[in-house]
């Protein structure tokens, strides 16, 4: 989650396009209905809040707007698992949008499309791969609601300092 939040900074910083809290809030919402059980967050309200402030497609010319508008759907579909639910059906999806917004950025890089063999060869998706694997399975491992775990992974991942796509905290 920590990713979308660089990537959107980013694209903010870049373009003057609003102010990065509004987001930062969002996913400050979403940690603290993990940690705090009893939290009472209007998820509805924090979806719409989000909605108005996805960029446009029409309105920005740079490479950062399609990562940052994967970052806000990917906050979106975290928010629509605690709305619905289905939160093994929306970790997929994150899931899938984390994989494709660095394919994305590789190929864009590379200036070539590349092939699903080549982009599971590729060290960052290996690394993103990684990561997501050793969250499920410290999760998948609690027996129950484990604050500290879930405060632990909320705090590497902010070390980490960087995205997955390689955008650094400034």
Known sequence: MSVCILIINFFCKQTSFLNPIRYRIILYLIWESLIIKESKINFDNQLEKLEEVIPVVNDFDIYGLHPAIDACIALSEIIHSYLSGKTLESAI?????LIRTIAIFEMTQTGKELSDEELKELLAIEE???????????LAACEERDVA???GLKSDLREVGISNIGIKVT
């Open 93 to 97: 999806e994150l899931s899938k949008i």
């Open 128 to 138: 993103e791969w990684g990561i997501q694997w050793e969250i499920y399975r410290l």
């Open 149 to 151: 775990l879930i405060k």
